[in-house]
């Protein structure tokens, strides 16, 4: 899934750079959203570190904020995935970057 969502942001990042275009509009591959929509099904747990490994990939590489790269999976498993959206929300609350309230 992690190489999946990587050909998605590579095969658009120069061109998302230069005109700029919000992270969180960034279109995904259907395998990405299927894959992750299976991952949350079957292994919710995992599923979680892998989203975070994909946040952390994304901003390394493409200095994609993590709330950006969630709302663009977020997007893909609506258009692609099967969890209704109460699921959907409902997980991907529990993904949200959290500020320090310091």
């Not at 299927?34 to 292994?43: E, H, S, V």
């Not at 994909?54 to 969890?83: M, Y």
Request: negative net charge; aromatic residues 10%.
């Amino acid at each position: 899934m992690i190489h999946d969502f990587t050909d998605s942001i590579e095969m658009f990042a120069e061109e998302r750079v230069s005109e700029g275009i919000q992270w969180w509009h960034l279109n995904l591959m259907p395998s990405v959203a299927k894959t992750l929509d299976w991952y949350i099904r079957c292994f919710p747990g995992e599923a979680h570190s892998v989203i975070g490994e994909i946040q952390s990939q994304a901003h390394k590489l493409w200095q994609v904020p993590a709330a950006d790269t969630l709302a663009a999976l977020q997007s893909a498993l609506s258009l692609d995935g099967e969890p209704t959206e109460q699921q959907r929300e409902t997980y991907f609350a529990l993904l949200e970057p959290h500020t320090d309230p310091s």
